[in-house]
């Protein structure tokens, strides 16, 4: 998404019901059991707090597994609908990018140089009461290692406000084994920052992210 592309684009606010949803829904609520039958989703939350429903704009971060990661965190989050982002390089024709855009209502990025404007854009639309799901790692992962986060949803939390609601998921080694998940309590970027943001900071919040993600693996892990 470039400074063209967000110029054009207006910021549209969450709404329970639209015309533009319709495409979504269908194919939310249609996955939704295939989803459930195939990984046996099994959810853990770190206290009561972890447990609340989302109110207004979030973001969901979790780790990267593997390419049902989206699929499996809209079923977990059934009760919202889930936008995401998507790398652009993945795009190989104006078809496909409707279907992103239209369809999983998710936006294309730059991996590896996200630009200012992208940030703002979608800190605008997390502001404006949607939930974004991103993964820190910023690639997938092929074993229960989990990377440092890149920084990026740091500075889009504390730009809108809005909190970070962290999340595990342990791969599974078997299409016998369930999918567990554990949901973490909602952080607050903007409490832990402060009225004054500086890069210290957001790296500091960012290691701290990090490590909450490794107490909940350390959680999921202990699940028999």
Request: proline share 4%.
């Amino acid at each position: 998404m470039d400074k063209k592309q967000n110029k054009q684009q207006k910021v549209p606010k969450a709404r329970l019901f639209s015309f533009k949803y319709i495409l979504y829904d269908f194919v939310k609520w249609f996955g939704f059991w295939q989803t459930m039958i195939w990984y046996r989703i099994k959810k853990t939350y770190d206290g009561p707090e972890a447990k609340k429903r989302i109110k207004g704009g979030a973001f969901i971060s979790s780790n990267h597994v593997g390419f049902s990661d989206p699929f499996i965190l809209l079923t977990a989050f059934l009760s919202r609908r889930l936008h995401f982002v998507f790398m652009s390089e993945l795009i190989n024709n104006k078809f496909q990018e409707w279907c992103y855009r239209n369809v999983f209502l998710s936006y294309p990025i730059d991996r590896n140089k996200p630009s200012l404007s992208t940030v703002k854009f979608l800190s605008q639309y997390v502001a404006n009461g949607h939930v974004l799901g991103l993964f820190p790692e910023g690639h997938i992962k092929r074993d229960d290692q989990v990377d440092e986060f890149k920084g990026g949803i740091i500075l889009m939390a504390y730009l809108s406000g809005k909190p970070i609601i962290p999340v595990y998921h342990k791969k599974r080694t078997s299409i016998w084994h369930m999918t567990r998940l554990v949901i973490g309590k909602p952080f607050d970027v903007k409490e832990k920052i402060g009225p004054r943001m500086t890069q210290d900071k957001l790296s500091e919040v960012a290691k701290e992210l990090f490590e909450y993600e490794l107490h909940l693996q350390e959680m999921c892990e202990g699940k028999k």
